[in-house]
């Protein structure tokens, strides 16, 4: 589950952790003497917050600069955080001085420059250093972020749950999280995923919305619950995760959890999961304004979702582009829809797959039979109908590729029929009538003509009267 120790020493710290590492609410015995007055006035808690840094940054540099000489080691810590964060080119002296507040046993310093040989930021990476000062923040210190590092680290199952375990009795929601992952007890595993979301971590907000939504990990099947969860991950303003705006989208979208549907809000989440750089919050955009009949919006989001790769899309917007009727189209966009087209049928999706084959058969491009036959065969492998009865129609006059066979034909028609296929239908009662491709059965045959019929078949009316069967009430 957790990188080996080089991965780990290439990864750059999330300015989430060090933010929290510098924050006010970080366990520590040590208490700050000073704090600039700038910050205060702007009411910003966090010293290393970015909006406050370009602002002010040369001016809090040369207050805590002055103030360095005062042998504070707060100040100290607060310098160095300042050169690590906003100077490039004084990353080492800002480690010099995380070093000289960490010799003064200042705790957040302490994890910081074990962090900093770990990742070689202002020190080349040393492995040594940075598990020393790593160890002794969490042995003398019990920062919840080095044990959580130091279980990063470690592939010692049991020794990386019982570090997850002291960082999440110190309220670290993200070593909740993953100690919830390591759980095997079912029980356990919810307890610590719950501890994990009400703490705020995005990601146990989506997973307890999972669990209560499909009735996972001993979680009572609740969708106003599951909906909450993913309500309130997408609202988090300081969580990325985009997956929390797909369900918050979908919930809202298909009224789970609620006594109707919302679109404008499906809409807003939705959005906000395409902002967020997830492909899937484009392709279901592009899937509402089709719904709602804009075209235009629908086009423009389907485009974006298949560029990324998004099979479906990529056949919505393929299809688009090949329409005969547009007229504005040229021979460029016409290849880039074939593209498209083509691309979404080799992730095997039978839509894309079914239309590939019936342009090749309809001579809109060229191929081969045997093009068409494996693409028909596919798609209706995975039960998309109109491939269904296509292979059925093969079947029943040997062509593309397919040997003449009746009894295949039946057995494709049946299964279309039973999908709700009109035309599968009448073929397989007319089949039934006649005996063709399976045992006569004229009651059998009736039943699913009257089907047919019901839909507006008029064969199946016409052949229902041919044999005396007395068609339903309006057919």
Excluded at 373 to 380: D, F, R, V
Excluded at 386 to 410: K, M, S, W, Y
Excluded at 430 to 435: F, H, S
């Amino acid at each position: 589950m957790f990188p080996s120790f080089q991965k780990a020493l290439s990864r750059s710290l999330p300015s989430s952790r060090l933010q929290w590492c510098a924050s006010s609410t970080f366990i520590s015995s040590q208490k700050r003497s000073y704090r600039p007055k700038s910050l205060d006035k702007k009411k910003v808690t966090n010293p290393i917050d970015p909006r406050f840094l370009k602002q002010q940054s040369q001016e809090i540099a040369q207050k805590l600069q002055k103030l360095q000489n005062e042998h504070d080691p707060a100040q100290v810590f607060e310098l160095g955080l300042h050169y690590l964060k906003n100077v490039e080119d004084k990353k080492e002296k800002g480690v010099e001085l995380f070093k000289v507040a960490a010799e003064a046993n200042y705790s957040e310093a302490v994890y910081i420059l074990g962090w900093c040989y770990l990742h070689g930021e202002g020190v080349p990476q040393d492995k040594d250093e940075a598990m020393k000062w790593l160890r002794k923040s969490a042995d003398q210190h019990h920062n919840p972020l080095a044990f959580f590092t130091l279980a990063e680290l470690t592939e010692d199952k049991p020794q990386q749950k019982e570090l997850f375990m002291k960082a999440s009795k110190r309220n670290y929601p993200p070593a909740m999280y993953e100690l919830a992952l390591l759980e095997e007890d079912i029980e356990q595993r919810n307890y610590w995923m719950n501890q994990a979301a009400q703490h705020g971590h995005g990601a146990a907000m989506i997973e307890m919305g999972i669990n209560h939504l499909y009735g996972y990990s001993g979680c009572a099947e609740d969708p106003v619950t599951a909906r909450s969860w993913f309500a309130k991950a997408w609202k988090k303003a300081t969580f990325k995760d985009a997956r929390a705006g797909l369900y918050a989208g979908d919930c809202y979208r298909k009224g789970v959890g609620m006594d109707e549907v919302k679109p404008k809000k499906a809409i807003l989440a939705y959005e906000w999961a395409a902002e967020r750089g997830h492909p899937m919050g484009h392709q279901r955009l592009g899937e509402m304004y089709e719904e709602m009949g804009d075209e235009t919006k629908a086009v423009e989001h389907y485009a974006l979702a298949a560029e990324a790769g998004i099979p479906p899309a990529q056949y919505k917007y393929g299809a688009w582009l090949l329409r005969p009727e547009q007229e504005s189209i040229t021979e460029e966009q016409k290849e880039d829809g074939l593209r498209n087209i083509r691309n979404a049928a080799k992730m095997e999706l039978p839509h894309a797959q079914y239309y590939l084959a019936k342009l090749i058969v309809s001579k809109a491009i060229e191929g081969e039979d045997e093009e068409v036959k494996n693409l028909m065969k596919s798609a209706a492998s995975k039960g998309y109908t109109p491939a269904v009865v296509f292979v059925g129609d093969c079947h029943l006059n040997g062509e593309h590729g397919f040997p003449q066979n009746i009894r295949a034909a039946v057995h494709q028609y049946k299964v279309a029929a039973e999908q709700g296929d009109e035309i599968a239908q009448y073929n397989l009662g007319a089949a039934y009538m006649n005996g063709e491709g399976v045992d006569k059965n004229e009651e059998e045959g009736a039943r699913w003509l009257q089907k047919s019929a019901a839909k507006g078949n008029v064969k199946a009316k016409m052949l229902l009267r041919d044999n005396d069967f007395v068609c339903s009430p309006g057919l």
